[in-house]
């Protein structure tokens, strides 16, 4: 403990330096000839230029959804990853972003996301995570007591469900529906609805500091439940409150963005690494590295090979899941 009181500062310092240079990257980065010393001149000129439009109405809006989704899955993946005292645990284990692509699926095949095209797909994500995460809930929560090994069971098996579901709509679509849902699962962080990027945002530092009050008893929870009762820890409230966090972040970001993997499950990974287990520190430094990496994600998938743009999800997987073997690797060797 004392190593890790003495190594946050230092950690946390790297971590909010590592969540500014990403965003000033992607601020500076694009296909169009826009620099880093170009930007506050820019944008002090006001509306009417296209370098304003293309600031305002693109990287900027990328930059504070990176922020949200980013920061919301890995936060989402401590919290889980604390619960279940489980270091493989991520947000999507549960079947909440199977619940979500299957919802975005009937929502493009059913023709809606053309009838509302700024609010149908994340409305039926979202309708879809919860559709999911609801059952599982009621089917593990008995008489006040939350079943660990039957939610995390129960969302296993809901995942693959959703996922054959989705495989067959995907095997009997069009090819226009087809590519539609396949972008859509493979995640994008283009989102023109300046209200649903507020929304995100809002409910996603809303849910840092609910979570952060629960720091102390994800501590006593990492120690075992017997453990964490002898405390005082009032352990069955706090697990059913922490996965309640758990799935409106995961929720919320699948429903917006798409399924974007490797954030959750990599990241808090790391910032252990670099702060220890102390969930005071390892809540906020998950979230400001988590929002880093997949802004710095972002701005990689729509400049490697500008002017066409990856899915996000293609780098974050190659990106995070290179990551998660070193990190495994020093682990092994230690």
Known sequence: MKKTILNWPLSMLLSVGFLLAASLYSLGSGSSDITLKDVIPTLLKGSGTPEFSILFDIRIPRILLGFAVGGSLSLAGVILQGMFRNPLVEPYTLGISGGAALGVALCIILGL????????????????????????????????????????????????????????????????????????????????????????????????????????????????????????????????ILFLIASVLTGVSVSIAGIIGFVGLVVPHFVRMLAGYDHRVLLVMSFITGAGFLIFCDTLARTIISPVELPVGVITGILGGSLFVYALGRRFLK
């Open 113 to 240: 996301h053309r009838v509302f095209p700024d609010l149908a797909m994340p409305l039926f994500g979202f309708i879809g995570a919860f559709a999911v995460a609801l059952p599982i809930s009621l089917i593990n929560i008995r008489k006040g007591m939350v079943k660990t090994e039957g939610l995390l069971l129960t969302g296993v098996m809901i995942s693959y469900i959703s996922s054959s579901i989705v495989t067959l709509i995907l095997a009997i679509s069009s090819t226009e529906d087809l590519q539609g849902i396949i972008f859509w699962i493979m995640g994008s962080l283009e989102e023109p609805s300046w209200l649903l990027i507020s929304i995100v945002l809002f409910i996603s530092l809303i849910c840092l500091v609910l979570s952060y009050i629960f720091s102390l008893d994800l501590n006593a929870l990492a120690l075992g439940e017997e453990e964490a009762i002898h405390l005082g820890v009032n352990v069955e409230r706090a697990k059913k």
